[in-house]
């Protein structure tokens, strides 16, 4: 009875790990469609203010119209949606909080 019990246990823990798995991916392609559409619109947005008066007002639509964008997406999709780079931006702030991580130097007279 024991033997039974425990393979019943692995075999819902298998079924659980393997729905878990599934459900990351369709999130995973979930995001990566909403990205697309996303980096589309607002390229598209761009574009058009580039357009009509340059370079600058390309400017608008990033600090305006891509949160905007983000927001109307994440309202109708029911996803938080955001703007992120890969870039660190902030090497030198980063730098500054790991500062109490560093081992200071001993002097040598």
């Not at 019990?5 to 298998?14: E, M, N, P």
């Not at 999130?27 to 607002?42: H, I, N, S, W, Y």
């Not at 119209?65 to 030198?92: F, H, V, W, Y």
Request: charged share 20%; aromatic share 2%; net charge positive.
């Amino acid at each position: 009875m024991r033997k039974v019990i425990a393979l019943i246990i692995v075999a819902l823990a298998w079924t659980g790990t393997a729905i878990a798995q599934n459900d990351v991916k369709k999130r995973t392609d979930a995001a990566r469609a909403v990205a697309t559409e996303f980096g589309m619109t607002l390229v598209g947005e761009l574009q058009k203010a580039i357009a009509a008066g340059g370079p600058v007002n390309a400017i608008g639509v990033c600090n305006i119209i891509a949160p905007k964008i983000a927001a109307d997406m994440s309202a109708e999709r029911k996803m938080r949606i955001g703007r992120t780079s890969l870039k660190l931006r902030q090497q030198i702030v980063t730098a500054l909080k790991n500062l109490d991580t560093i081992e200071p130097l001993n002097h040598v007279d």
